[in-house]
């Protein structure tokens, strides 16, 4: 039987300024983590009702689109503080995978099995995934950058067409397959995430934690279906 030495851990430095010593603390990066999670869970669930909307017609999404770009000036604001949170959630993130390695390396010199789940140790590859899913979407339907034949299109009444948009995009199999297994890896990353809300803010209460871990689930699943739906039934052809 092997017997695991322990080494004290390195010591460090924490700034005076309570902000950043708050940020230097493990449970403050995973306060910011779990908030700018929730700025992204919140940003998904309206970009969803909105893409769901192709399901009533042309004419509607295309209405919900004008409507979008006439905020003008509160839709960059929204989009400014999205990108800041995705930058920060990013951050956070990868800085506590180190600091968790840094730990147990630091504790143990035989290193152990932990119980966990796929999704919980596949946290941060799924999460880079779906970073890269977020700027080729952005690049596809936002910036118009991966297709620039979408630039352009206008309905009968001149606003942008997405309606015709979203069809051309995903009559293209590859394309449907990207993003179905973009919103995959986007559904199993907001489910765990959301389930494990209840350890970032100490939560102890069997039934709280274990109700919201279900909802996490759920949702998380309940989004992937929302979003993969749509290339599906466009590239089968039920939408045309």
């Known amino acids: 039987m092997s017997v695991a030495t322990f080494s004290p851990a390195p010591s460090r430095k924490f700034s005076t300024n309570p902000v950043v010593a708050?940020?230097?603390?493990?449970?403050?990066k995973k306060i910011v983590v779990g908030v700018t999670g929730l700025i992204w869970v919140a940003y998904v669930l309206g970009h969803l009702i909105g893409n769901l909307q192709i399901f009533l017609g042309q004419d509607r999404i295309n209405a919900y689109s004008q409507f979008?770009?006439?905020?003008?000036?509160?839709l960059w604001a929204v989009r400014i503080v999205l990108i800041?949170?995705?930058?920060?959630?990013v951050v956070a993130t990868l800085q506590l995978a180190q600091e968790n390695r840094v730990a147990k390396s630091a504790k143990y010199a035989v290193p152990g099995y932990q119980r966990?789940?796929?999704?919980s140790r596949t946290m941060v590859v799924s999460g880079l995934f779906v970073l890269c899913f977020i700027v080729y979407h952005v690049l596809h339907l936002t910036l118009e950058v991966?297709?620039?034949?979408?630039?352009?299109?206008?309905?009968?009444i001149g606003r942008h067409d997405v309606y015709r948009m979203l069809i051309l995009s995903f009559r293209e199999p590859l394309l449907s397959l990207f993003y179905?297994?973009?919103?995959?890896?986007?559904?199993?990353h907001l489910s765990h995430g959301i389930a494990s809300v209840t350890q970032t803010l100490g939560l102890n209460n069997r039934k709280i934690s274990e109700s919201i871990s279900k909802a996490g689930v759920t949702l998380g699943w309940l989004i992937f279906a929302g979003f993969a739906v749509i290339p599906i039934v466009i590239l089968l052809g039920f939408i045309n």
């Open 116 to 119: 966990s789940t796929l999704a």
């Open 22 to 28: 708050f940020y230097q603390s493990s449970i403050g």
């Open 180 to 188: 179905v297994l973009g919103v995959f890896f986007l559904g199993g």
């Open 84 to 89: 800041v949170a995705l930058v920060t959630h």
């Open 68 to 74: 979008l770009h006439g905020l003008g000036p509160l």
């Open 146 to 156: 991966t297709h620039p034949q979408l630039r352009g299109l206008r309905d009968s």
